[in-house]
């Protein structure tokens, strides 16, 4: 049984930083892709950022570019997601999900692209 387990979350003021990670268990992720998305009260599901191929593309929304950083560390099955500069506008839950074959880039910026998920962690960004 694949999990994804995402931790990292919590409260922080406007202009610091957060790193989130999520473990893979149950399947060895190598180097298929990953990605995170997010989802604030009320709204829709919104990408985030993508990790795509071994040492590969990095592929990021607008609104997050310059400011977070996707890696991973394939050898401990994790992913990571780096957050600068927050800003109270990021307040979401936050999901990381993975592939288990080969995804464009483009499919890779929707939840359909996807084939596990974690549960969510709770980023709050105060003014």
């Known amino acids: 049984q694949v999990q994804l387990v995402e931790s990292g979350g919590g409260l922080v003021q406007a202009g610091g930083s957060l790193r989130l990670s999520c473990v893979a268990s149950g399947h060895t992720f190598g180097s298929y892709p990953m990605g995170w998305f997010r989802q604030a009260p009320g709204k829709e599901r919104e990408f985030v950022a993508a990790?795509?191929?071994?040492?590969?593309?990095?592929i990021y929304a607008d609104s997050v570019k310059g400011r977070f950083t996707i890696s991973r560390d394939n050898a401990k099955n994790t992913a990571y997601l780096q957050m600068n500069s927050l800003k109270p506008s990021d307040t979401a839950v936050y999901y990381c999900?993975?592939?288990?074959?080969?995804?464009?880039?483009?499919?890779?910026?929707?939840?359909?692209?996807?084939?596990?998920w974690g549960q969510g962690t709770q980023v709050t960004v105060s003014s």
């Open positions: 999900a993975a592939c288990r074959v080969y995804k464009s880039d483009y499919s890779l910026r929707f939840e359909a692209g996807y084939d596990y």
């Open positions: 990790w795509n191929w071994d040492g590969g593309s990095t």
